[in-house]
């Protein structure tokens, strides 16, 4: 099998694992609260890691520590609002809406090149409304904008970072170790996550609980280890052998995957109003990336702030 068709099937596992932890990680708020949940997860997946890693961490320098540290500061802001937006909607709502931010990708890295003197794509810009449209219809309620629920904005805004972390594994990912990368980048996490914890409980946004429970710890193995750990050392290694629109298009798949766990599991369905706006994500999500060449202006954005030499 050539190396595109395993990153492929390497993404298609990510996605897979990540439609998975959706309701997991929603029941496991139940015994904990968001940011003892990240940091508990983060923390093991940061050990997990860094025992493969020694010899790859060892080897690092000032440039992969702080394009981990960078990697893992986006991915901590993508997963802090996820998580704290799942305690107030469904797993399959959730992860539609974070779907989005598959559309973010080109239409930032559009917004690049056109800064840059390269004319946006249009479909780039039509994908973008059909997107918003969709996200009106499955996150806003028939009375309005006033009855938004909060837990939809908040993962609607999380989607925006997971965005910048597909561009920025871009960057680093073909030029670093990926086990190292890896490693920093869930440690960074954890440590923002655990800093978080007395912040929030001195300023009485969040008290910090943990109940260690069947399901709790079962959520944190399954997160830590699969979504976190394999997971992300999967991207790591699929994304130096295709582009990162190519992979938010196969990443499209982690809401359907979503949805289809939490029908299966807990009974999720999504209405008229909400199906017809996961439909329309869901659909622009493939209009983007056929209709749209957008390779160039992602390699645009993984040069920027480059020597000539280096970009070369």
Known sequence: MKQPLKADAALL????IWGGSFLMVKNALGHASVFAFLALRF?????????????????????ILKAGILLGAIMFAGYALETAGLQFTTASKAAFITGSSVVWVPLIAS??????????????WAGALVTFVGLYFLAVPPAGLSRLNRGDLLVGTCAVA????????????????????????????????????????????EAPR????????????????????LAFALQMWAQRYTSPSHTALVFSMQPV???????????????????????????DILLAEFKGPLHEDVELVATLGESPKEAE
């Open 13 to 16: 596992l990510c996605a897979l």
């Open 43 to 63: 923390t093991l997946a940061a050990a997990a890691m860094g025992v493969i890693s020694v010899a790859a961490l060892r080897e690092s320098d000032s440039r």
């Open 111 to 124: 917004i690049v090149g056109w800064r840059a003197g390269r004319a946006p794509n249009k479909w780039i």
């Open 162 to 205: 997971f965005a910048l972390h597909i561009l920025a594994v871009g960057k680093f990912a073909p030029r670093h170790s990926a086990r190292a990368l890896n490693t920093i980048q869930a440690a960074t996490t954890a440590l923002i996550a655990a800093d978080a914890i007395p912040f929030l409980a001195r300023v009485q946004w």
């Open 210 to 229: 943990v109940h260690f429970t069947v399901g709790l710890v079962t959520a944190l193995l399954f997160t830590a280890v699969g979504a976190t750990a």
């Open 257 to 283: 995957f979503a949805a289809i766990i939490g029908w299966l599991v807990a009974g999720e369905r999504l209405g008229g109003r909400e199906a017809f706006g996961a439909a329309l994500i869901f659909s």
